[in-house]
């Protein structure tokens, strides 16, 4: 994956996750820190059978960290998304380089896009696996009764 901005790469690895981060208002450093282990454990990639279970720390790979703050959008109104609860600049910022500073601190190659440019992303999509993670707790999720 790689991201450019006016045309020169900010950012470019080979295998690996590109993270498309976009902070609410309700986040904090404590989220940002729990979403950067999350990231760097999750068992995406395959085994030698084929099957997920090797994390990003695992295989060795790198973390290509783009902020995207229209992951927020509200679409439940309307035909214009709201952004209201994403997390002003001056708010998302500290906790985008946080998200990135607690991955690196995992042992994981981090680049980045440049924050709030405008920026053009290509990546390789393997599979294709896509899959959105939530800075909530796992205690904050209803939980099933049993029966």
Not at 67 to 89: C, M
Not at 95 to 110: M, N, P, Q, S
Not at 129 to 140: F, K, S
């Amino acid at each position: 994956a790689q991201v450019t901005v006016d045309g020169a790469v900010a950012g470019e690895i080979g295998r690996g996750l590109c993270v498309l981060l976009g902070v609410a208002r309700s986040d904090g450093a404590a989220e940002a820190e729990r979403l950067a282990a999350r990231v760097a454990r999750l068992r995406v990639f395959p085994d030698e059978e084929g099957r997920f279970d090797r994390s990003l720390l695992d295989v060795r790979g790198a973390a290509l960290v783009v902020s995207q703050f229209t992951l927020i959008a509200d679409t439940a109104k309307g035909n214009r998304p709201s952004f209201s609860e994403a997390a002003p600049p001056a708010e998302a910022e500290p906790l985008y380089e946080r998200f990135c500073e607690a991955l690196r601190d995992l042992g994981i190659h981090v680049e980045t896009g440049v924050f709030g440019a405008l920026m053009n992303v290509e990546l390789v999509n393997d599979g294709p696996v896509t899959i959105v993670l939530d800075a909530e707790p796992t205690d904050a999720r209803p939980r099933r009764r049993a029966r």
